[in-house]
């Protein structure tokens, strides 16, 4: 399947590679379908995943070894389960069936954080003591939804979100009393109104029932806020390395203009800040960027600016205005960036642009318009995020021709 280029193909970094995959299997491997790769020893995951990343990438330039997990389970600190009811009439949580809308039940899975799991088979027990039942997005009827819960690793601070598909909550105090007392980790709990007919988890309209409505977690020697519908990277462990790469590789001098699109929480600029001159971040969701602002305060950084909008339009903006960048971190979502945004940094003529994916496929599609308009890449460094799962993600820096 994949087209591996046998000069680049090395075995990859990894000391003690943890054996999991072939036999040891999850028994729910072929029904949920999140595990793509479980039929593979992780070292053979990761074989697979440099051999995809060369197929995509390779034609741009030597793929260094891919950053492997040292104990690739349990790393996922978000977890989120679909409620339903079997034919039986059974409360049931888990995971939707891959491309359909059966609910597949789950108890706990290998990638999830362990606490998570049991929180939400928990809610589950608990829901028919309190007369409560799950939704039924067929007939838009019935109680809870889905369970979100988010864990900061380092912190030990927990976020429960309950999504119902209504605006009525009965036997709230109780229920909330209940879930509070069989798991005292909890932090905080967020009550989340979502009767839209989407596949989207969370809906707009939510009400804070304990503690402050967020989490906060330590990545990279920095505190961050994470508020329910901000997007935080799900392994930590991995994320460390991942921006230590992305770091590293924008070689900064403390002299720098530095630009985080996509910037989520200003995670990635906020550890940047500390080497550079200025920073300037840009994102869409509102509670992200609200986050951000909050995290440049929390880390006393006073050299560092956000700004909710659309990261193409932002960038059309600085390059009309002839603002100078000298570094651009960007880590867009899995569609990849888009036109307006990668011509503009062909006008702004950065230095150095540090491309963060999360999908190789449309990281090339956008490197492969990068070298056409005055870039080459100098650097190519995959690192595993979501062992077990066929995603590979992957940071490239491009210098100035
Ligand atoms: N760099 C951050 C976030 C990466 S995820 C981190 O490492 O945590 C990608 C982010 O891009 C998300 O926060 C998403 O809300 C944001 N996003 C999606 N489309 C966008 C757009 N058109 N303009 C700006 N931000 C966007």
């Given at each position: ?16 590679p ?37 197929k ?18 349990h ?7 679909a ?13 939707y069936q891959?491309?359909?809308?059966n ?8 990638l ?26 067929d007939?838009g ?10 864990r900061?690793?380092a ?38 109104i979502?009767?839209?007919?989407t596949?989207?988890?969370l ?16 990545l ?39 630009l ?5 929480i200003?995670?990635?600029?906020l550890?940047?800040?500390d ?9 869409l ?25 659309d ?29 307006p ?6 006008t ?9 994916s999360?999908?190789?496929e ?18 190519i460094?995959?690192?595993d995020?979501?062992?077990?799962t ?10 100035r021709?």
């Amino acid at each position: 399947m994949d087209n591996r280029k046998k000069n680049q193909s090395r075995p990859p970094r990894q000391s003690t590679p943890k054996k999991v995959g072939k036999g040891n299997a999850c028994p729910l491997y072929k029904k949920c379908g999140g595990c793509q790769l479980q039929n593979m020893t992780y070292e053979e995951q990761l074989s697979f995943k440099q051999a995809k990343t060369i197929k995509y990438l390779g034609r741009f330039g030597h793929v260094e070894e891919i950053i492997g997990m040292e104990q690739p389970c349990h790393y996922r600190n978000k977890v989120q389960a679909a409620f339903g009811t079997t034919r039986g009439g059974k409360i049931i949580s888990g995971v939707y069936q891959s491309s359909s809308h059966n609910i597949v039940l789950v108890d706990e899975c290998m990638l999830e954080d362990k606490t998570a799991d049991k929180i939400i088979v928990d809610i589950r027990n608990m829901l028919p003591k309190f007369k409560l039942t799950a939704y039924n997005e067929d007939m838009g009827k019935g109680f809870l939804r889905h369970v979100l819960v988010k864990r900061g690793f380092a912190t030990g601070q927990v976020m429960v979100v309950l999504v119902t598909g209504s605006g009525i909550f009965p036997g709230k105090k109780d229920f909330l009393k209940a879930l509070l007392k069989a798991h005292e980790e909890i932090t905080t709990v967020i009550w989340n109104i979502n009767s839209a007919k989407t596949s989207l988890v969370l809906g707009k309209r939510e009400e804070i029932l304990y503690g402050n409505g967020y989490i906060e977690d330590i990545l990279c020697g920095k505190r961050f806020r994470i508020s329910a519908k901000s997007f935080y990277q799900i392994n930590p462990t991995q994320t460390e390395k991942l921006y230590g790469t992305a770091i590293e590789f924008a070689s900064l001098t403390g002299k720098e203009t530095v630009l985080d699109a996509y910037c989520g929480i200003g995670t990635i600029g906020l550890v940047a800040a500390d080497k550079a001159k200025q920073v300037i971040g840009v994102e869409l969701n509102e509670d992200a960027v609200r986050d951000a602002k909050i995290n440049a305060r929390l880390n006393s950084a006073g050299n560092i600016r956000f700004f909710c909008a659309d990261a193409g339009r932002f960038m059309v903006g600085m390059a009309e205005e002839d603002e100078k960048v000298d570094v651009v971190f960007m880590d867009p979502p899995r569609a990849g960036s888009d036109i307006p945004f990668l011509k503009s940094i062909a006008t702004l003529r950065p230095e150095k642009v540090v491309y963060v994916s999360c999908n190789v496929e449309t990281q090339a599609r956008d490197l492969a318009y990068l070298c056409k308009n005055g870039y080459k890449v100098k650097r190519i460094q995959p690192v595993d995020m979501f062992p077990h799962t066929n995603h590979v993600e992957c940071v490239v820096s491009l210098v100035r021709k």
